[in-house]
């Protein structure tokens, strides 16, 4: 049987022409209150009703699981993080320091941030062109929490059918234990999430400590609870409406696809005529095909929509209803794949990285790799900043010699030595009175206020250019020939 999608041909007018997708299907409003009354409160029209979704065991469902497992332990796990003692990543805003795996990044560094935005935004481009919305299906935030979510509710309230039985009954204690049990299990994930997101900006462990003796700061107050009720509200209550109605970038991706992208779709023409029938059923008489028109790929589709009504907005290339029912296409001993990701050509195989638009984004999205890399890990680790006094008198005439001013700035923005020596090259005698020892950690910055002298035999002209170098000190001993940081600035000497 065929491959092709006849709706992707309809729509495609000519090659690369972006395709056009169906919006999804008005469906008249669910009577919630039949269902459920939790609901009641979203009663607006744009109101889809409660979906109750069916588990589906099969290839995309362990995938997501996977990336769902690996994502959330990641995010749970990286502000305890230690290195050297220090938080692995902070995003210190009150400081205005970003600490990154040893590196720290300051406002200056905010290049770094725009390229990996940049960065970001080819790579979404290029996966969607490749493979459609799995950014949404298996690694979106809203998508894998809103699965943990299900879960869950699974676990507490039953399966699909379950759950609906158990939204019509009456309330009585069982019902009311399941409800709570749920809920309390949502608040609990949430008031977890919250903690490890706000963590990233606050240290997780003061953070803490700080809520164990009430002593927590009313902005941080603010921010857990606006992350517990956004993660309560967004992955318990309106799930699949912020991609619905909220995401932008489902709104605009039928601007990225290609006759070529891999979205999941149904074979018409091998599905249709659906039809119910018994497993090993000759089909040839009823002209059926080999859609048995079970409506499982319906019953686990988190948005609620039919994928055999052809490729709509709403769906996000999740793959459960192909999951679903290739299930189902076992049991009746057909072939697998009635739904499954493919392309409008149907030729899979050269689908991935054969046209000229994902070429060229690949290409683009390695070297802006590779810049970034560079970029990061060859920038200075240590950065000196001279000011020269100009507040009062340029110069000062003393006894022992003319005096110039200065306002020495040393930023460690991740250097593995702490202690460091400030010294002078010029073409002139010219010597720092001042601390020129200096203790700067990973991270900090050490400001000095300190004075350049130099004997009035030896000035040479007005004003002579100086350079303030930086060299690192191990075990109390400077390490000759090694200069960290330098800047150059200038001396000015009466004329
Ligand atoms: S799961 Fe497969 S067989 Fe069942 S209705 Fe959907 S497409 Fe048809
Ligand atoms: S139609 Fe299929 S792929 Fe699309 S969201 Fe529903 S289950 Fe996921």
Redesign the pocket.
Same mark, same amino acid.
């Given at each position: 049987m065929s491959d092709k999608i006849p709706l992707l041909n309809v729509l495609h007018a000519r090659a690369g022409t972006p395709i056009a997708i169906k919006m999804a299907p008005k469906k008249p409003p669910r009577k919630s209150s039949k269902f459920s009354n939790e609901h009641n409160f979203f009663s607006a029209d744009a109101y889809r009703g409660k979906i109750y979704t069916k588990k589906t065991r099969g290839y995309f469902q362990r995938l997501r699981k996977n990336i769902s497992f690996l994502l959330l332990g990641l995010f749970f796990a990286v502000p305890w993080l230690q290195i050297n003692s220090a938080p692995a990543v902070l995003f210190d805003l009150r400081a205005q320091k970003f600490h990154v795996f040893g590196m720290t990044f300051w406002p200056q560094d905010a290049v770094f941030l725009v390229s990996m935005l940049v960065l970001a935004s080819f790579l979404l481009v290029a996966a969607t062109i490749v493979i459609g919305r799995a950014w949404c299906g298996f690694t979106c935030p809203q998508t894998v929490w809103t699965f943990l979510f299900i879960w869950v509710e699974d676990k507490c309230e039953g399966d699909r059918n379950q759950r609906i039985k158990l939204d019509k009954q009456s309330w009585n204690w069982q019902k009311v234990g399941r409800k709570a049990s749920k809920h309390i299990l949502w608040l609990l994930i949430s008031i977890v999430t919250a903690y490890t997101f706000v963590g990233y900006f606050y240290q997780i462990k003061p953070l803490i400590l700080e809520t164990a003796n009430a002593q927590l700061h009313y902005l941080a107050v603010f921010w857990l609870m606006f992350f517990v009720l956004g993660t309560y509200l967004n992955a318990g209550w309106l799930r699949e409406k912020v991609c619905l109605h909220m995401c932008p970038y489902a709104r605009f991706q039928a601007v990225m696809y290609t006759k070529k992208t891999l979205v999941v779709s149904?074979d018409r023409e091998r599905?249709e005529q659906?039809g119910k029938r018994k497993v090993n059923a000759d089909l040839s008489a009823k002209g059926l095909g080999?859609? +048995?028109?079970?409506?499982?790929?319906?019953q686990v589709c988190p948005v609620d929509i039919d994928?055999?009504d052809g490729m709509q907005y709403a769906c996000i290339d999740c793959g459960l209803?192909a999951d679903?029912?290739d299930t +189902?296409?076992d049991k009746m001993g057909y072939q697998k794949g009635?739904?499954k990701f493919s392309n409008e050509s149907g030729d899979n195989s050269k689908a991935l990285f054969n046209t000229p638009k994902v070429i060229f984004l690949t290409v683009i999205s390695l070297l802006c790799c590779l810049m970034f890399a560079y970029s990061v890990f060859s920038r200075d680790l240590l950065s000196i900043d001279v000011i020269r006094d100009r507040s009062g008198i340029l110069y000062r005439v003393t006894e022992l010699g003319v005096e110039n001013s200065y306002t020495v700035k040393v930023n460690n923005k991740g250097a593995q030595v702490s202690k460091f020596k400030l010294e002078i090259v010029a073409d002139s005698a010219f010597e720092i009175i001042g601390p020129q020892l200096l203790q700067v950690p990973r991270g900090e910055v050490d400001t000095l206020t300190l004075r350049v002298r130099i004997k009035e035999q030896d000035i040479q002209r007005y004003k002579s250019p100086i350079k303030f170098i930086v060299k690192p000190v191990a075990n109390g001993v400077e390490i000759k020939n090694t200069v960290m940081a330098s800047q150059l600035s200038s001396f000015i000497a009466p004329r």
């Open positions: 149904y599905g659906r080999d859609c +048995v028109d079970c409506s499982v790929c319906v994928i055999r209803c679903a029912c +189902v296409m009635l739904i």
